[in-house]
């Protein structure tokens, strides 16, 4: 037996309304992992495995079912505000919490980490969402709410809205591979963002605490 | 008649083999346009209609095909190393072709400027590409390679790779409904990215120009 790398795998959780970019944004970085960085072997995965209508309209198709899919390695939990909804699907709750129970780590994008909470999982953690749901989040006991662009804490990973799952999953990169597969990832995906931020709303009261700091830095 | 911003239509074309994030990137912010800034309905297209396994292996299928697709104002170009199959596919250049005499901007991310390319849309333009083709672009006849994060000559806007997109669309939702708007779709997407570059690929002599500036600016 050896412990390649290439023979771990993550999962990519989908249901009905996800948020597409959640979910896509960490694919990506994930993919190059195992395209160009001995990464784990990527799929997706839903309750049903029927075709799936995200949030904004793109139409997709998940690889396995809760039944069918293999075992898994990594599980990625995205946002949207159907994961309101997702929170009191008790199949989905039973899912996660015997997921986190096997898998090494579970990370969440932007709403997906209120289906962690639902699952049991952010319990004495510190955790992150979108800036909409930080006051939800904030009600929630015994989360400790870090308004940062992801929070690493043990096997649980969560980042801030939509696009900051990217960055969170870079950052898994580097956690579990090492920087140099990382930067192997970020280059094949170009991802060296613009640092442009247009208009006002970065400065809004409502901003989470690691965006007022940038703006505050100019 | 209204000229209402919300009755315009933008168009994102998937073949087989299309990068997810390419196309997902920038969905994701016409979509935020859309639903917080009264941007145009966004939907998707293919030459047949057929379900799509992108080049990773996510599983999408399009809303309309060539026949059946309504009209649109805009077009969003992927790319992804198919799109070196499809330059040679002359269904797909006819439909470029005509998409640009028609629409009022084709944008395109990574290698989908190779297809404008081929579909002559690049004639006398300034465009770039994902930093792995600029060599093989550099020796098309009647094209300003520029290596920028995106450039916008007139009706045409091109990205750089994979992630690039989204620093595209960002742009353009700013030039076509202004800075207020790009800032709602920015903040709703919470696109404040972080900068960090992991290891030491950016510095590659392979890198584009605006990365190395990045790097020696260090």
Known sequence: MTSSFSEQSFAFLMYPGFEELDLIGPWEMATMWSAYADGPACFTLSQTGEPITCAKGLKVTPDYSFATAPDFDYL???????????MKNQAMNNFLADAASRAESVLSVCTGSLMLYAAGLLNGKKATTHWKMLPEMKTFDGVEVVEQRYVHDGAIWTSAGVSAGIDMTLAFVADMA?????????????????????????????????????????
Chains 1, 2 share one sequence.
Do not use: C, K, W
């Not at 995205?78 to 997702?86: H, R, S």
């Not at 090492?178 to 931020?197: L, M």
């Open 76 to 86: 990625m939990v995205p946002g949207g505000f159907a994961a309101l909804e997702e």
């Open 178 to 218: 090492g920087e140099a597969a990382a930067s192997i990832v970020q280059h094949n995906a170009e991802y060296y963002p613009d640092p442009v931020r247009y208009g006002g709303e970065a400065a809004a009261d409502t901003s989470p605490a690691y965006v007022r700091a940038l703006v505050a830095a100019e």
